[in-house]
């Protein structure tokens, strides 16, 4: 394919194989700078995991505050939510899924990961049916 010429050093000594030029201008050994270059510059960190239970799949907590925060854009419907003190110290809100909830301030609520995506800071839900929080009541269609 293409031939490879020895260039001369100034002092008539020949240069060694890997300084060997193509007809090209760039030298031989570019091509390896540039993906190494590409794969260790501007490297971006790892994301840590979100991780509000530290990993734990369900965790207890007491309700600090209950209130209702609106969704982001086109989503129009009011959320329930609590702010929850869990048990390994840390304060979250948490979403109260399902029509009605009785939740007042001191109940006990068991929560789970799961985040809202149309409310910005939520990432834990509450599970019904389990200490403070009942059931959502079975409505009758007439």
Aim: charge should be positive.
């Amino acid at each position: 394919s293409h031939l490879v010429f020895p260039v001369q050093l100034s002092n008539g000594g020949p240069l060694s194989g890997e300084c060997l030029r193509w007809f090209s201008q760039s030298a031989v050994c570019d091509a390896s700078q540039r993906s190494f270059l590409a794969r260790h510059f501007n490297r971006r960190p790892k994301k840590k995991k979100k991780r509000p239970l530290d990993g734990a799949p369900i965790m207890r907590g007491v309700v600090l505050r209950v209130l209702i925060k609106k969704p982001k854009k086109p989503n129009s419907a009011n959320r329930k939510v609590v702010w929850v003190r869990l048990t390994n110290g840390k304060e979250k809100y948490a979403y109260v899924p399902g029509v009605g909830h009785n939740l007042q301030e001191h109940n006990q609520v068991l929560v789970r990961c799961g985040r809202l995506k149309d409310v910005p800071g939520v990432q834990l839900k509450c599970i019904r049916g389990k200490l403070d929080l009942p059931l959502p009541i079975k409505r009758t269609q007439t």
